[in-house]
């Protein structure tokens, strides 16, 4: 099963300082038959003013993750973890039994990011922070495997059986990425344009696959996030 996802219909936001792309239901935009895909319970493509940014806030039992697009991410928690990160750079956070953090753009130029938040496996896992600071060529023409599930290889480990992916594809490029049976993956497209599956996906758009082989055929340049997991 292929659904692409036009981003025009999916809840935005504009805050003056954010402006925000909601992908399931979150803050003032609910629509009861999109609360989730899987255990992907919240995707955010957040565009973040300079010098502004999210204060001082409390999670608790999620794995939280932020992908940046462009720019510089700051962030700050409880547990004494600074850091920043930049564009193809990756953070997560295991809320756990719960945690403060923050997370601005300390920088002049515009954020871009993903923010997603991903069920865990059980509550009350023990709070913990991680980034990838990584070359950009690793998802050159190929997929490069960012997050993976405790048991996994990838660099940040997270407490679910889920895997992000992210990918870069020049012009005319094709890749595919194999669905294995009772296994599902949300897939975005970052920048660009694409023939995914057959259907035109311009930027911003997504798709829902399950269970179906992905098959890209990048039209510009395109640059991809794929949430895989469990069905």
């Not at 990838?154 to 992916?165: L, T």
Request: charged share 25%; glycine share 8%; no cysteine.
């Amino acid at each position: 099963m292929f659904e692409k996802i036009n981003s025009k219909q999916l809840g935005h936001a504009d805050h003056g300082w954010l402006k925000t792309i909601h992908h399931f239901s979150f803050a003032n935009y609910y629509d009861p038959s999109n609360m989730n895909f899987g255990v992907l319970r919240v995707l955010n493509d957040d565009l973040i003013k300079a010098h502004r940014g999210f204060g001082t806030h409390p999670h608790s039992d999620m794995e939280i993750i932020s992908y940046v697009i462009n720019g510089n991410l700051t962030h700050a928690d409880s547990m004494g973890n600074k850091h920043e990160i930049g564009r193809g750079d990756i953070q997560y956070m295991s809320a756990g039994t719960g945690v403060y953090h923050s997370e601005h753009n300390m920088g002049r130029d515009l954020l871009r990011l993903i923010q997603l938040w991903i069920i865990p496996d059980k509550a009350g896992h023990t709070p913990n922070y991680g980034d990838l600071i990584s070359d950009w060529e690793k998802r050159e023409g190929k997929w490069y495997h960012m997050v993976s599930p405790v048991e996994g290889s990838a660099p940040i480990k997270i407490h679910q059986d889920a895997n992000i992916y992210s990918l870069a594809l020049n012009e005319n490029e094709e890749i595919s990425f194999e669905m294995k049976k009772d296994r599902q993956a949300y897939l975005v497209l970052l920048e660009g344009n694409a023939i995914v599956n057959g259907e035109l996906l311009e930027a911003s758009d997504a798709a829902k696959i399950i269970e179906e082989d992905i098959k890209i055929k990048s039209k510009d340049f395109s640059h991809y996030l794929v949430v895989e997991m469990k069905k």
